[in-house]
């Protein structure tokens, strides 16, 4: 099963899934909010769509809140932060909101 998730065909298929999906949502944006920060994150995005799906209740993404608030306890405005493989960008935006987007770094892996 792994190496059925690794292939082309698999992926392009998941991208093509959620897309459609991504279509039927009723809104555009999704709000975030912690007790230190707020932004939006895009839904029509294929990389957004799951998280939308499986964690919206309503506008609101309730995405590893528990994780977040004791990430956000961590970080400082003005900080400089590194995100290492920041993949959909949800650490990366909740960063920005409270450090200031230009302190903030995301860098990808390349496969």
């Not at 900080?79 to 302190?103: E, K, P, S």
Request: glycine fraction near 6%.
């Amino acid at each position: 099963m792994e190496r059925i998730k690794q292939s082309a065909p698999y992926r392009l298929f998941q991208r093509l899934r959620w897309r459609l999906r991504a279509k039927h949502f009723p809104h555009d944006n999704i709000r975030v909010r912690t007790k230190k920060s707020e932004f939006y994150m895009n839904t029509r995005s294929w990389q957004i769509a799951p998280l939308v799906f499986q964690y919206s209740r309503g506008e609101e993404l309730h995405y590893e809140e528990e994780e977040s608030e004791r990430f956000l306890n961590l970080v400082e405005q003005g900080d400089i932060v590194f995100d290492i493989g920041g993949q959909v960008g949800y650490y990366t935006l909740l960063m920005a909101a409270l450090v200031g987007g230009l302190c903030v770094r995301v860098f990808l892996w390349a496969a």
